[in-house]
Structure formats: structure tokens, C-alpha cells
């Protein structure tokens, strides 16, 4: 299923990439819990917006790299090939081999994506408080990436699982318009979280 890449960099056991995912998780969830705590005990306006922007960063890292450990789940089901990426990228675990791989394959990856993601995010936000700038801002972070890479999946992904396009050559043909279409999904998952808004 994974192998070595063409590139030299080293590739470690999958267990490292979930330990070191499972420390940002904690680490990134803890420090908006703080902040959201120390901020809403202090009248300092510059304190909170550095809080909320920090906890904005979080909350988009997090629903990311959620979404690609939900893309593994249908990797390793459907035995697919793919190898891992550097220790260091943090926003992609792997590079799927689209080409290598049958429309079956692609698609229970994509799937695994688009629901397992949700399995996941949804935890986050119904457990997690809805008291305090800080907290407010990481679980609308989350539910804005989280709506938004469903929408952007649907649209490039979808496509270029099923018709077996390898990922360079998707978004070679996507190019012109990637600014675009990233913004247009931005913008229509913006309703979600106005939605939330209205609900706390």
C-alpha cells in the first residue's frame, strides 16, 4: 500500500505521523483553552484579537489535517497505493497515486474523506465550549475549513477520483481558476458559520 517515494527525504512508520497529529491536536486545544480563559479575565482589546487570530490558525490547521487522516482511513481499506510525506508537512500526510489506483479505490478514498471527516470535526463542535472570543473563533475556523473542503473536494476531488486524473494534472487544469474556486467555496461556506453564530 505505502511505499517510498521517488524523492529521498525519510519516510517513518504511520504510528509516528498519528503520535505526532495526536500531540498538535492536544497541544493546539489546550492553548485555545487557555487563551480563551486568560483573555476573557483581561481587558486588553490587542490580547484578544491576537488570541482569536492564533486560535483562527488552530482551528483551520486542525480541520485539515482531520480531513487527511480521514482520506488515510479509505487508503488503507480499499489498499490503495500512496506514500507518505515528509515528518514535517503538517497539511499533508500522504500523495495519493491517482493513476496507479482503480476508480473503486479512488472513490472510497474520496468518500472516507467527506465522511469520516465529519465523524471527527463534529466532536469538536458540539464538546468544546461556546464561551469566550477565543473559543468562538477556533470552532468557527473549524466549521468554516470544514464546510469548505467538503465544498472544494466535491467539486476538483470528486472528478478526479473517478476519471483516474493524476493530481498535478487536476489542478494544472484548475490553475487559472484555484484562487477562484477556493474563495467561491469560502464564501459559500460562510453561511454555516453564520448559522452557528446564531445558534450559540
Keep these: 500500500m505505502f511505499d517510498l ?16 497529529d495526536l500531540i498538535i491536536y492536544m497541544v493546539s486545544i489546550a492553548l485555545v483553552i487557555f487563551l480563551n480563559a486568560y483573555t476573557s479575565q483581561k481587558d486588553a482589546m490587542i490580547l484578544s484579537a491576537i488570541s482569536v487570530v492564533i486560535a483562527s490558525i488552530l482551528g483551520s490547521l486542525v480541520v485539515i489535517n482531520f480531513h487527511e487522516w480521514a482520506h488515510y482511513f479509505g487508503i488503507a481499506v480499499g489498499n490503495s497505493k500512496a506514500h507518505m510525506m515528509p515528518i514535517q508537512s503538517i497539511t499533508r500526510l500522504f500523495l495519493y497515486r491517482f493513476k496507479e489506483n482503480n476508480r473503486h479505490q479512488n472513490l472510497m478514498m474520496m468518500l472516507s474523506g467527506l465522511i469520516i471527516h465529519w465523524i471527527i470535526v463534529l466532536p469538536i463542535i458540539f ?28 467539486y476538483i476531488g470528486y472528478p478526479r477520483y473517478l476519471n483516474k486524473m493524476d493530481y498535478n494534472d487536476c489542478y494544472k487544469r484548475h490553475t487559472p481558476y484555484r484562487k477562484r474556486n477556493l474563495l467561491i467555496s469560502l464564501l459559500a461556506a460562510v453561511p454555516f458559520v453564520i448559522g452557528y453564530l446564531f445558534l450559540i
Excluded: C, H, Q
Design 5 to 20: 517515494p521517488k524523492e529521498k527525504y525519510r519516510v517513518y512508520p504511520i504510528y509516528v505521523y498519528a503520535i505526532r
Design 127 to 154: 464538546l468544546l465550549p461556546n464561551t469566550g472570543l477565543t473559543m468562538i473563533a477556533f470552532k468557527s475556523a473549524v466549521i468554516l475549513w470544514a464546510f469548505e473542503i467538503v465544498l472544494i473536494e466535491l
